[in-house]
């Protein structure tokens, strides 16, 4: 039975970016960089006034209260030629280049027109050079890395994107995914249930969980588990990029999900992992001319497939997507109160996390009833991570993984 990293590994090893396509930077949110957008040249390309004011000689100032003549009027996208020489100075705008000679700029609020002559100013403040100065590179030097390759797009980079990449942006295109909701006991979430059944909560749970991941989803319902079903089921879901099964991945004799994948030419890369909840999750590939579909089978209880949707699932899709994977394990929170994993499995717990001024972050395991409790994780922020057979002791530190 393979370790949670030994399967991640496995995943990476199989999930290779999709194909690129140019879109608008504000279509692109959520997808990552593919390549490191380099500045083309500095920002700002010119020294900028960053207040109201006037530009001077920040040396005509030193001596107090100074009567300079204003020789220019300068509003922000406005060239100047005018060079400010001793003595004389040039009212500015936010935004406004800098004239030639200027080397700071005093603030509006600073200054008195001289009520006998409009082109003469007393400004009454001192100021050092580059005051109220935004220096030519001072924000971005010409082939500096803004965006790293793999960066995610969120609404920060649409806007650098805008400034400095005129809005467009190559990116690996969304994966779809198709999910099958497998098991006899099923009933779809409006249908009222009859003795012995129970509602579809993980094929909704799914989507949503694969639609907040970027993902495009075909949603294929409920499957019975019979081969000829299930088979019909698969070989639609496998025109996706990736496809998901819930239920029918364990030991029972109606879990005919791995032998009806291998019998539609998906290809086993492990089944089991070493890991509470989720032991049985199976995940192979199926390769057609081009096309490659990664299949996982998720277990039925639904927290088994929540769990094994966060840890792998969401790192094929941020593979698909070329998206650099963040760290998956947040450490240092401060548990409050004991736990013992008697087990021999690394347990994931559902836990809520908090940050108290003063405290710190600490987590606390719910009192969670287990794989089939889904009720009880939505006071749940996190999964705290036990190790096997270990016990722990309040005020302890341990990873949590957020979810
Ligand atoms: P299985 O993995 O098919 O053996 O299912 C394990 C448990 O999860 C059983 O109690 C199922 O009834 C339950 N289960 C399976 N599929 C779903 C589903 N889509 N929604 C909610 N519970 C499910
Ligand atoms: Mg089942």
Redesign the pocket.
């Known amino acids: 039975m393979h370790s949670v990293e030994e399967a991640l590994e496995l995943i990476g090893k199989h999930a290779t970016p999709l194909p690129t396509y140019e879109c608008d930077a504000v279509d692109a949110l959520g997808s990552a960089m593919t390549h490191d957008l380099i500045s083309e040249q500095d920002s700002p390309a010119f020294d900028k006034s960053m207040m109201d004011g006037y530009a001077v000689i920040a040396a005509d100032l030193d001596d107090g209260p100074a009567n300079l003549e204003v020789v220019d009027e300068i509003a922000a996208g406005v060239t100047t030629v005018e060079v400010i020489r001793p003595g004389t100075c040039a009212r500015i705008m936010t935004g406004a280049p800098m004239p030639p000679g200027a080397d700071a700029v005093a603030l509006v609020e600073n200054t008195q027109i001289d009520s006998e002559n409009v082109h003469r100013v007393m400004i009454t403040e001192t100021v050092s050079p580059g005051k109220n100065v935004l220096k030519r590179g001072g924000l971005l030097k010409e082939g500096q890395v803004v965006l790293a390759a793999g960066s995610v797009i969120r609404p920060i980079e649409v806007g650098i994107l805008s400034d400095m990449s005129k809005g467009r942006v190559t990116v690996h295109r969304s994966p779809s995914i198709s999910i099958i ?3 006899d ?2 009933v779809s979430a409006h249908e009222e249930p009859a003795p012995g059944q ?6 909704p749970m799914l989507e949503a969980m694969a639609s907040e991941a970027g993902a495009t989803v075909n949603q294929l319902g409920i499957v019975r588990d019979k081969r000829q079903d299930l088979a019909d089921a698969i070989s639609q879901g496998l025109e996706s990029d990736i496809l998901i099964l ?5 030991s ?1 004799v109606l ?1 005919l999900v791995p032998s009806e994948l291998a019998a539609n030419g998906v290809e086993q890369i492990f089944h089991k992992v070493c890991i509470k909840p989720g032991k ?1 999750l199976w995940f192979g590939k199926r390769v057609s001319g081009d096309k490659t579909t990664l299949v996982f089978g998720l ?4 927290v088994s497939s929540l769990v094994c949707f966060h840890l792998f699932v969401r790192s094929a899709l941020n593979q698909l997507k070329g998206r650099a994977e963040a760290p998956l394990y947040v450490p240092g929170f401060l548990l409050t109160r004991d736990f013992v994993n008697h087990g021999d499995r690394p347990v994931y717990f559902p836990a809520m996390a908090c940050r108290k001024e003063g405290a710190g972050a600490t987590i606390s395991p719910l009192d969670w009833k287990g794989s ?1 409790d889904l009720a009880t994780l939505a006071k749940a922020n996190a999964l705290a991570s036990f190790a096997p057979n270990t016990k722990y002791e309040a005020g302890q530190f341990i990873s949590a993984i957020m979810i």
């Open positions: 909701s497998t098991g006991e099923l129970i509602r579809n909560s993980n094929g819930s239920g029918g991945v364990s029972g879990d049985p277990p039925g209880n639904p089939a």
